[in-house]
């Protein structure tokens, strides 16, 4: 569960935001007092911070400037009745994640919390991969060591370098959104922001202000002016992620914005110019929906200047070993435990489909670290976690079975611990069978 810190002098506000926050899922604790709220916020962990800008013995931005000059690391967003757009930017220079202005509806705090943990998320290396990519393929390789990966980190390193439009294509999990940052790293943006949104995840009646702003008076609750993400990544690099999921609508205002440079925030009449490297991601087949009238097909060819395509972990099992033993060091680190993957570890890892690709291996493993006490980690401790079932089975009969079967073989060694002559006893067959079995399916 996030913990939010509430800074704000208003008891009603504080309790309001307590009882809203608590309801979707956050754990709150709230101050009255900058002083009081400084010194909680360095010695307790929380997430997120919603601070107030006019309060009494230390106002917002000092606090802000006070808690950042000495290691604060939760992303603050601030609160203000005053200041408009002045205020905001002000805000932003001191470290400031978001600005809201108050009055504000629920829905608006709830969404600005949601898309500062999708920051957050967007900023994990899910893939490990490195910042520089530039640094040559020794330094990728840690993590990465089929040749489609390879391709792909090469083709990174060469677009990296010019304000292209990238579309970043693959399953689920596969890593788009690592590719974006690295891109965005080896860039000459690099130091200006990099912004990420799903489009899939923010309701359609809110998309176009989050992207694009809005001016005061534009719709009920507008009560002044906002930059959008477009606005915020000036500059530097914006993610739209899922872009397969924008709304027509605003799929043309995203091809003007491509196209000319510039954007116009709901309600207001004139155009803003904006200097924003747009990188797409997506796990739909964007040619098919612009052939089926879903997409609009000039933006997809204005998005489709460079694709870089992710292949499925399935697809590459070379870069399952180096993965999971990246993701223990990196465990190991963050828990301050000696933890190691045995050989029949990788095997059993090396084995499995992981439909979720990276992101589920990287859960799987952490899962298996968490519920162990033993630093040496064995296949039981995978096997006896829950893995996702698919909505239909595919393939022949003879591969449904086969996959059962092998699955059936993992989990009964996962439960003895790797014992085979008891695996053997549980699943009924000779031990010879079962040392076949393994075999054939890379269970060894």
């Known amino acids: 569960m996030k913990k939010v810190l509430v800074v704000d002098d208003e008891p009603g506000l504080r309790q309001s935001l307590g009882l809203l926050l608590s309801d979707a899922g956050y754990s709150v604790t709230a101050e009255s007092d900058g002083r009081k709220a400084l010194d909680r916020a ?3 962990p929380f997430d997120l911070v919603l601070c107030d800008v006019r309060m009494p013995e230390m106002d917002g931005l000092t606090f802000l400037r006070s808690y950042r000059s000495r290691g604060g690391a939760a992303l603050v967003i601030m609160m203000s009745a005053y200041g408009g757009e002045d205020a905001a930017l002000a805000a932003m220079k001191e470290g400031a994640y ?9 829905d608006e705090v709830v969404l600005t919390l949601r898309k500062a943990e999708e920051r957050e998320r967007l900023g994990r290396d899910v893939a490990g991969l490195r910042a520089q990519l530039a640094i040559g393929p020794a330094e990728r390789g840690l993590v990465v060591e089929s040749r489609p990966m390879r391709a792909a980190l090469d083709l990174v390193a060469r677009v990296a370098e010019h304000n292209t439009t990238v579309l ?4 689920s999990g596969t890593g788009k959104e690592v590719i974006a940052r690295a891109i965005h790293r080896a860039s000459p943006r690099s130091a200006r922001p990099f ?13 176009e202000s989050e992207l694009f702003g809005h001016v005061r008076g534009a719709f009920t609750g507008a009560t002044a002016d906002k930059a959008g993400l477009f606005d915020q990544a000036n500059g530097g690099t914006l993610l739209l992620d899922e872009i397969g999921e924008l709304p027509v ?10 196209q000319e440079g510039e954007i116009r925030r709901v309600g207001d009449q004139r155009t803003r110019q904006v200097d924003v490297r747009v990188l797409a991601a997506t796990a739909r087949d ?9 997409f609009r097909e000039d933006l997809f060819y204005r998005l489709n200047v460079v694709t870089i395509e992710l292949p499925p972990l399935r697809e590459r099992p070379e870069d399952i070993a180096p993965l999971a033993r990246h993701f223990v060091a990196r465990l190991a680190q963050r828990f301050g435990r000696a933890l190691v993957l045995n050989d029949a570890v990788v095997a059993w890892l090396e084995a499995q489909e992981w439909r979720g690709n990276v992101r589920e291996l990287e859960n799987a493993i952490e899962r298996a670290v968490v519920l162990t006490d033993r630093d040496v980690l064995e296949v039981g401790d995978f096997a006896r976690a829950p893995r996702p079932t698919p909505h239909a089975p595919a393939g022949t009969l003879s591969d449904i079975v086969e996959a059962a079967e092998r699955d059936a073989i993992a989990a009964a060694l996962g439960q003895v611990s790797g014992n085979r002559r008891e695996a053997a006893k549980r699943l009924g067959v000779s031990l010879r069978t079962l040392f076949y079995k393994m075999s054939r399916y890379g269970l060894e």
């Open 286 to 294: 964007l040619a098919a929906e612009a052939a089926a009238g879903r």
């Open 98 to 106: 978001d600005y809201l202005p108050k009055p504000f509806r629920p």
């Open 195 to 207: 912004v990420g949104i799903n489009c899939a995840a923010i309701p359609e009646s809110l998309l």
């Open 42 to 44: 360095l010695a307790e």
């Open 168 to 171: 970043i294509t693959g399953e």
């Open 249 to 258: 609508g605003l799929q043309a205002k995203l091809l003007r914005v491509l």
